[in-house]
């Protein structure tokens, strides 16, 4: 063998061997920094979940979240949805099933309710909980002249037509969404039930997960007493009526909701049909020499179905003035001459329970001004 081929040798060897040292170093400073990583994670994790309940979900540590109030009866897999934002639901029913999940050290199911004070195990997962800033400006409020009553438990507002409670179907923000990004410290808010976008009044919101409960306890046991005013097309001539009829939902093909009167029970193939009962009362009849005759009703909720009073009204043949789904829309289009470019149904009262106290509250929202104006403009002629 030559010189230059020993050489040759050492110089492999030499640079075999400087290689392996700089990938050893290399692992164990990432060891180092993955370790130190590591140890930070859980420093934040005890630290967030002894100052706040919006502990971090890492990647590398488990997470330990203590249930407040907010959070209280809420079920295991919406309070993980919730918490993991991003995360596919398919994932967190995943590790639900996998017992990854674990409430005060024990396994769960998905339906489980949790309670005040239980400490939930989320496992490391690519997901982080979105915290408000402490120093979060509060967006314009658009709804501070028109809240009927708060407290601790409840927010009540008289809802403006033309607003949709929540977002979605090209409404990029509801009520729902304005209200949170009014209060961004709100720990909790949500829609206790919903009016459709051109329905004005009465429309409340939960404040605290226990009071969401109570008040949708109260409405399924009919422990309520919702009064709605509208003004429909023709001469109603009872004073009081009661109305009972099968309602069933549908979708048009462009993905719009609509509602009709099942008449015939055999052409309800799949049982979709829901009972909807309403007790009507005439309040004062119109008769306008241009534009025909109209009723003021107040109607008293016996169920609560989507556009019952609307679709029941409609199929009795008094349409309420102004429903652009089911009413007269030629009549509509004559009336926005005369000062009506709205639908006239608006919720006047909510009689109901305070979900915590048991105080009875009377919930008033005033007749639009717009509506009443309307009304003044049939008795002048």
Not at 189 to 212: P, W
Not at 303 to 327: A, C, E, N, W
Request: charged fraction near 30%.
């Amino acid at each position: 063998m030559s010189k230059r081929d020993v050489f040759t040798d050492i110089k492999c060897i030499l640079i075999k061997n400087l290689t392996v040292t700089l990938i050893v170093k290399s692992q164990e400073s990432s060891q180092y920094k993955l370790h130190q990583s590591f140890k930070q994670s859980m420093n934040n994790l005890i630290t967030d979940n002894q100052s706040t309940n919006n502990s971090k979900v890492g990647e590398l540590a488990a997470a330990f979240l203590t249930v407040d109030e907010a959070s209280e009866g809420q079920r295991v897999d919406n309070f993980l949805t919730k918490t993991l934002k991003g995360v596919p639901k398919s994932h967190v029913y995943r590790i639900l099933r996998s017992g990854e999940v674990r409430v005060n050290k024990k396994r769960i199911d998905a339906d489980f309710r949790l309670s005040m004070g239980d400490i939930v195990r989320v496992p490391p997962i690519r997901a982080t909980v979105t915290e408000k800033p402490e120093g979060a400006v509060p967006a314009a409020s658009k709804f501070e002249n028109a809240v009927i009553y708060e407290d601790d438990a409840m927010l009540v507002l008289d809802k403006a037509a033309g607003f949709a409670v929540h977002g979605g179907s090209g409404i990029s923000r509801g009520v729902i969404e304005q209200l949170r990004l009014e209060r961004p410290r709100a720990k909790f808010l949500e829609l206790v039930h919903r009016l459709d976008r051109e329905t004005s009044g009465v429309l409340m919101l939960a404040k605290k997960r226990s009071a969401l409960v109570a008040l949708h306890e109260a409405i399924r046991n009919n422990q309520t007493d919702k009064r709605y005013l509208m003004l429909v097309q023709g001469e109603w001539l009872e004073q009081k009526k009661r109305v009972v009829l099968d309602l069933q939902k549908y979708v048009l093909p462009n993905g719009e909701r609509r509602v009709n009167v099942v008449t015939d029970a055999s052409k309800d193939k799949f049982g979709e049909r829901q009972t909807s009962e309403t007790m009507f009362r005439l309040i004062k009849n119109y008769n306008h020499p241009t534009i025909g005759k109209f009723s003021l009703l107040e109607a008293q909720l016996v169920t609560g179905r989507t556009h019952q009073l609307r679709v029941q009204l409609s199929h009795l043949g008094f349409p309420i003035v102004g429903d652009d789904k089911y009413g007269d829309f030629a009549l509509n289009k004559a009336l926005v001459k005369h000062g009506l470019k709205r639908m006239f149904l608006h919720s006047s009262v909510t009689k109901i329970r305070h979900p915590l106290t048991q105080e009875k509250l009377e919930l008033v929202a005033p007749m639009p001004t717009e509506l009443g104006k309307f009304l003044k403009s049939l008795e002048k002629v």
